[in-house]
């Protein structure tokens, strides 16, 4: 059974730094992608940054050179080290896992089953 938990948000200066992490219990590495989603209110869920079943990683414009996606295969852990924040980059911060081995960073290549989401953690970047 795939469980997703993440945790590492809070509060931040715009400027300052926050990594988050996502405990991935059941996901097996060779077979699924996984990755980081933002979602502020009234708006749908934007893909931040992925890691997909070979190991390539991609972002989005809007945080390129200032997020790194990384993945710790032996414990399972996904982390998002996110540096230089913008008040912009304000939101619900969602670890998302997907039984495919190509994505990008488009939500419809992540709602299809299997698909899994956790329940997010809050970061904000106050200017």
């Known amino acids: 059974q795939v469980q997703l938990l993440e945790s590492g948000g809070g509060s931040v200066q715009a400027g300052g730094s926050l990594r988050l992490s996502c405990a991935a219990s059941?996901?097996?590495?060779?077979?699924?992608?996984v990755g980081w989603f933002r979602r502020v209110l009234g708006y749908d869920r934007e893909g931040v940054a992925a890691?997909?079943?070979?190991?390539?990683?991609m972002y989005a414009d809007s945080v390129k050179g200032r997020f790194t996606i990384s993945r710790d295969y032996a414990n399972n852990i996904l982390y998002l080290q996110m540096d230089s924040l913008k008040p912009e980059d304000t939101a619900m911060y969602y670890c998302?896992?997907?039984?495919?081995?190509?994505?990008?960073?488009?939500?419809?290549?992540?709602?299809?089953?299997?698909?899994?989401w956790g329940r997010g953690t809050q970061v904000t970047v106050s200017s």
């Open positions: 059941g996901v097996t590495s060779g077979l699924y992608s």
């Open positions: 998302a896992a997907v039984r495919a081995a190509r994505v990008s960073l488009g939500l419809d290549d992540w709602v299809s089953p299997p698909n899994y």
């Open positions: 890691i997909d079943s070979d190991g390539t990683t």
